[in-house]
């Protein structure tokens, strides 16, 4: 099992910047990847950006130049900085572990983190 626990949510101007963290805990050597996901009311959970064990990450094209994935593997915590937010970007965000091949595969997840947007 692998615990995962997250902050940084809250609420900013369009235009702000907030830092998620989520720090690993647990098995951690069953995953190579972990990740970030958002959920906005009435829509599907969706991957925002991805970070594999040897630094390689991939961010989805609404987020790209925006919002940048990070690590501290000495405190198996990962980060997302986000920048230039918009409305659109308002949803619950969550930190997910799990297998990353050629797609991200979610095996953990954190309990959310609310990202708030005022236009």
């Known amino acids: 099992q692998v615990q995962l626990v997250e902050s940084g949510g809250g609420l900013v101007q369009a235009g702000g910047s907030l830092r998620l963290s989520c720090t690993a805990s647990?098995?951690?050597?069953?995953?190579?990847?972990m990740g970030w996901y958002c959920q906005a009311p009435g829509k599907e959970r969706e991957l925002v950006a991805v970070?594999?064990?040897?630094?390689?990450?991939s961010h989805a094209d609404p987020v790209k130049g925006r919002f940048t994935i990070s690590r501290d593997k000495a405190k198996n915590t990962v980060y997302l900085q986000m920048n230039s937010l918009k409305p659109d970007d308002m949803a619950m965000y969550y930190c997910?572990?799990?297998?990353?091949?050629?797609?991200?595969?979610?095996?953990?997840w954190g309990q959310g983190t609310q990202v708030t947007v005022s236009s």
């Open positions: 997910a572990a799990g297998r990353w091949l050629a797609t991200m595969t979610p095996l953990y």
């Open positions: 647990g098995s951690i050597d069953s995953i190579n990847a």
């Open positions: 970070i594999s064990r040897g630094g390689v990450t």
